[in-house]
């Protein structure tokens, strides 16, 4: 279960959360070790510029501050951060799924 305010579904500061973290560049996969319980994924955008995209659920927004703060050390720019517990996602067999995705 996602901590939520009373009010909508935002996240709090102390529950976890599913985020999506798109950064200019490439993040290593050698680096997943770092952003458990993350999936690194590539896109490569126009002009040829590539991107990675993290996603995947942190315990709470302290976890979220190290993951930001690993990426500037690493001079890696970030695009967007999307919160993504609202768009209804289930923990199903230890995966993440959108309600009414097929199994």
């Not at 050698?30 to 002009?47: H, N, P």
């Not at 315990?59 to 967007?80: F, K, T």
Request: proline content about 5%; aromatic content about 4%; overall charge positive.
């Amino acid at each position: 279960m996602v901590a939520t305010q009373e009010q909508g579904n935002q996240p709090t500061m102390q529950g976890p959360a599913i985020y999506r973290i798109r950064v200019s560049g490439r993040v290593d996969r050698r680096w997943a070790d770092r952003v458990t319980g993350m999936q690194i994924s590539y896109l490569t955008r126009l002009l040829g510029k590539p991107e990675s995209v993290l996603e995947g659920r942190l315990a709470d927004q302290a976890a979220l501050n190290g993951i930001l703060q690993a990426l500037y050390d690493r001079h890696l720019p970030v695009i967007s951060v999307e919160c993504l517990e609202g768009q209804s996602f289930e923990s199903r067999n230890g995966t993440e799924k959108r309600r009414g995705e097929k199994p």
